[in-house]
């Protein structure tokens, strides 16, 4: 049976904590940007987000590839939680993206190839979400969706660069094509501690979803022998008899 | 070599004989084609930009219509375990259907093309042009053999491939689109050719990891 994690509950307050600094560098730390003003600080979460919703899909290949392999259910709740966690951040990062661009771009949303593959990704992890739910077998979800999970992950690159080769408007921090946009060193710091908190929240949400899907599966598998659990189905089962 | 040519023989035979598939999908992709006429008001001077992008999401639409089908018959008669028993390896099973499919595709895209070509009176005829599509229509039956497999064992059956397959298709649908209307527009090959790299990529990729993963897709 699935007990308390001490490891994990420090580590859970910790991200708490992380998240609430992150934020107050964010509103206190880091200083205006010259020309977006106000609109830029949410880009601190947005990129976090859209990060983790990369990552995501890496953590869900890997829990696919590893079920393939080994055939261990809690490699498939790895993966399934992956997906779920890539769902949520890539929506997150989106909305964030959505909500900057507004008052700097003048519109809420470009053909632009991060945007593009932001938003394909997230049907990609949709699609994922939508096949488990259309199979009743659960080892068949799990050896179908280890499979999508990583094509998946093979086709989001392409999907990137593709785009990419089309004209980019989205500013860029990390490499040398697009709109440059410069930082001061305690935006650099605001980012750092941002992403740190971040995917500290993201593991501990990965780590608390894994337990909960392994611990739904202990309940709904066969109960068993001399446990509390079984002397209760055999009860109702009696039951049933008379 | 010769149990991959006797599947493959198999599926055509199969269609052959019952052209269920290929006479829908023919029907389809033409009456899409009126559909886009009145809705885009398709005419003759926008012919460059925009021909690629209809003829393509013709060949996608009606192929998914296609693709659907190929494994529901081994699934309504049970006879992946006749292939599990019978084929030597399982990448073999994939690697015939992805080529059958393609052929169906090929074929489609050589219908659609005099047809589109006739009633625009618009030469799609250049041989780069055909490559394009061809290539095209493997990247895509690569990836839409491998889901086929994996929507036919749900619940939903056909509705769930296009849910899958078209966020994973993107790549391809982008190059498509962009070197077809570099060929059209007559520019030189250097300028698009990128995107028949990124084309021959995504199709050697994805058929590699799809014919490295299909024994999953059949096997309990």
């Not at chain 1, 699609?127 to 050896?143: M, V």
């Not at chain 2, 930009?49 to 529901?72: C, D, E, H, K, M």
Request: glycine share 6%; with cysteine; aromatic share 12%.
């Amino acid at each position: 049976m699935l007990s308390k994690n001490k490891w994990l509950s420090v580590l859970s307050v910790l991200a708490v904590l992380a998240v609430f600094g992150a934020l107050a560098l964010v509103i206190f730390y880091a200083p205006l940007e010259l020309t977006m003003g106000l609109p830029q600080k949410i880009f601190y979460f947005h990129v976090s987000s859209a990060w983790l919703g990369m990552v995501s899909f890496f953590v869900a290949a890997i829990g696919g590839i590893l079920y393939l392999a080994r055939g261990k259910e809690v490699h498939d709740a790895l993966s399934l939680a992956g997906v779920e966690l890539g769902l949520l951040f890539s929506v997150l990062g989106t909305v964030t993206g959505m909500l900057w661009a507004r008052p700097v771009w003048n519109t809420y949303w470009t053909w632009d190839p991060r945007l593009t593959t932001m938003t394909i990704m997230g049907f990609t992890y949709l699609g994922y979400l939508l096949l488990r739910r259309a199979i009743d077998s659960p080892t068949r979800a799990a050896r179908l969706g280890a499979i999508y999970a990583i094509v998946g992950f093979v086709s989001v690159p392409l999907t990137f660069f593709s785009a990419r080769l089309l004209r980019t408007i989205h500013p860029t921090i990390f490499g040398n094509t697009g709109e440059k946009m410069v930082m001061t060193s305690p935006m650099y710091q605001t980012m750092a501690a941002s992403i740190v908190a971040f995917t500290l929240l993201f593991v501990v949400l990965l780590w608390h979803r894994v337990r909960l899907e392994m611990a739904q599966r202990m309940l709904d598998s066969e109960p068993e022998e001399g446990t509390a659990k079984h002397q209760v189905a055999k009860f109702d089962a009696r039951g049933e008899e008379q | 070599m010769a149990s991959l040519w006797a599947l493959i023989k198999k599926d055509l035979i199969q269609e052959w004989r019952s052209k269920d598939i290929i006479s829908a999908m023919l029907a389809f992709a033409v009456l899409t084609l009126f559909i886009f006429n009145y809705a885009l008001s398709l005419s003759p001077q926008a012919q460059a930009s925009i021909a690629t992008g209809i003829v393509w999401v013709l060949v996608v639409f009606a192929g998914t219509l296609g693709i659907n089908r190929s494994f529901s018959a081994e699934q309504d008669q049970d006879c992946f375990d006749a292939l599990l028993l019978g084929a030597p390896d399982l990448s073999l099973v994939y690697l015939a259907k992805m080529l059958s499919n393609f052929l169906i595709m090929a074929l489609l895209a050589l219908f659609l093309l005099p047809v589109y070509s006739l009633l625009y009176n618009y030469s799609l005829f250049n041989g780069l042009f055909v490559g394009l599509i061809l290539l095209g229509a493997w990247a895509y039956s690569a990836m839409a053999t491998l889901l086929a497999g994996l929507s036919v064992q749900t619940r939903m059956r056909d509705m769930l491939l296009p849910v899958l397959l078209f966020p994973l298709l993107m790549p391809v649908n982008i190059a498509v689109v962009k070197a077809g209307a570099g060929i059209l527009e007559g520019l030189p090959f250097a300028d698009f050719s990128i995107w028949f790299t990124l084309l021959a990529a995504y199709a050697v990729i994805i058929t590699t990891i799809s014919s490295m993963v299909f024994e999953y897709v059949i096997k309990e």
